[in-house]
């Protein structure tokens, strides 16, 4: 390898030692050479340390350069970094202020919504029933609240508030038992109650309508609520805390008429017969208050008999026996007696009758009405109550019929018999008298 380099190099050099031919010649032109190549390298040498010098300069003034560019930065630098911290402090914030918002919309949503729903159930909402769509808006709206929004709600809220603890008249639609659709000038007491046309009224918040009750109150709630609405002064005035819900369960609750188709022909029949002996009692009554009266008028006048009044009769039966025995006078006094007293006693069996009656036909509607409520639990089973009311409603309702007929008819003839029999006690005792007068006249 090294003999192969040795060639190479010869023959490089070949040209240049082409004319020497001795071994001066060749030691002179290899120390001119090395001269020479010692010259330029020197040359290169002063050139690469002028060229080193100069780099160095170079470096130098541009560190300098680096050094006083550094410093000048070095403000803008520190500004950049408290821009960079200040930045990373607003993000921060600007996270907890969207979260907050976040927070803040979620909560106003829902109490818009569920807000919306209470004006829905007011019937301050029936005065004023734009004011649901705009709540609805407020509540259904997804983007971030705004002030505008949140004082909206506010005024709302006050709204209500405020006018709900009002007495106001207000015109408005009402719909009639009838399901027609008339204007009225309503007055509203609160949220409590609404009257119109002499008419309670009911909110119904489904449709937001105000409706006319099928069943009224008392008359004496309908006469309280016009004079509330003429006067000025404070008045009595009936109102439904529950907001309508009494006096929509007064809907469903049964009258009279309702009570006697209940009681079914059964029913029917008890107060037929409790009318009837009402009747009988009342007449009953009137003619034995008559009759006392004229008896009380006759023992004024004993010695003039009238035949007016059982006693009258009775006296004028023995004027014509007067001489006679006594026997004979006492006979004719009981037959006498005795000939009034079915018409004294006229209507007391019957009275006592239907008295005892009516119990027995109630207990018959109840047999009959547990029958019908039997039958229906096997046709349809105890899934649905109202499939048993009727049977149980007519159960109950003949009973009730029954002890409302008989307890006054027992009364009422045990007045009549009563009657009755002081007016037969008085008839004896005056029969009495007179055998006493002809026993003292006899004797005399």
């Not at 818009?112 to 301050?124: N, T």
Request: proline letters at 4%.
């Amino acid at each position: 390898m090294r003999i192969t380099l040795l060639i190479a190099l010869l023959i490089l050099v070949a040209p240049a030692y082409a004319q020497i031919d001795n071994l001066d010649a060749l030691l002179r032109s290899v120390e001119e050479q090395q001269q020479e190549q010692r010259q330029l390298n020197q040359q290169r040498e002063r050139e690469f340390l002028a060229d080193k010098q100069r780099q160095q300069q170079l470096l130098i003034e541009a560190r300098r350069d680096f050094e006083r560019q550094q410093q000048e930065n070095q403000p803008l630098l520190q500004v950049t970094e408290a821009n960079a911290r200040e930045i990373e402090r607003l993000e921060q914030e600007l996270a907890s202020v969207v979260e907050d918002m976040g927070d803040i919309s979620s909560g106003f949503r829902e109490f818009a919504g569920d807000f919306s729903a209470v004006l829905q159930e007011s019937m301050l909402t029936a005065q004023l029933p734009a004011r649901s769509a705009q709540l609805r808006e407020l509540a259904d709206a997804t983007t971030q609240v705004t002030i505008e929004e949140i004082q909206s709600l506010w005024l709302l809220v006050q709204e209500e508030m405020t006018k709900a603890g009002k007495v106001t008249r207000f015109p408005a639609e009402i719909v009639e038992t009838s399901g027609a659709t008339v204007p009225a000038e309503v007055l509203r007491v609160g949220v409590f109650t609404a009257w119109a046309g002499g008419l309670f009224l009911r909110y119904v918040p489904e449709t937001g309508e105000l409706l006319a009750l099928s069943q009224q109150p008392p008359a004496r709630y309908r006469t309280a609520a016009a004079d509330f609405g003429k006067q000025t002064t404070p008045q009595m005035m009936a109102i439904d805390p529950t907001r309508g819900s009494l006096l929509g369960v007064m809907t469903y609750t049964p009258d009279l008429r309702d009570r006697i188709e209940q009681g079914g022909t059964i029913g029917l029949i008890i107060i037929g017969l409790g009318v009837f002996g009402a009747l009988l009692t009342l007449w009953r009554l009137a003619a034995l208050t008559l009759l006392t009266r004229k008896i009380r008028k006759q023992l004024d006048n004993i010695d003039t008999p009238v035949a007016d009044n059982p006693l009258g009769r009775v006296l004028m039966s023995v004027s014509e026996v007067a001489d006679q025995e006594e026997e004979l006078l006492q006979l004719k006094l009981d037959e006498a007696v005795l000939a009034e007293m079915p018409a004294i006693e006229r209507g007391n069996g019957l009275i006592k009758l239907f008295a005892a009656i009516s119990p027995l036909l109630g207990l018959l509607g109840t047999v009959t009405g547990m029958i019908l409520t039997f039958q229906a639990i096997s046709l349809f089973g105890t899934g649905d109550p109202k499939l048993m009311a009727g049977g149980i409603s007519q159960a109950l309702m003949t009973t009730v019929f029954g002890l409302v007929v008989a307890i006054p008819l027992l009364f009422g003839h045990s007045v009549v018999a009563y009657l009755s029999r002081g007016m037969i006690q008085r008839l004896d005792e005056q029969c009495a008298g007179v055998l006493a007068r002809h026993a003292e006249q006899q004797d005399g």
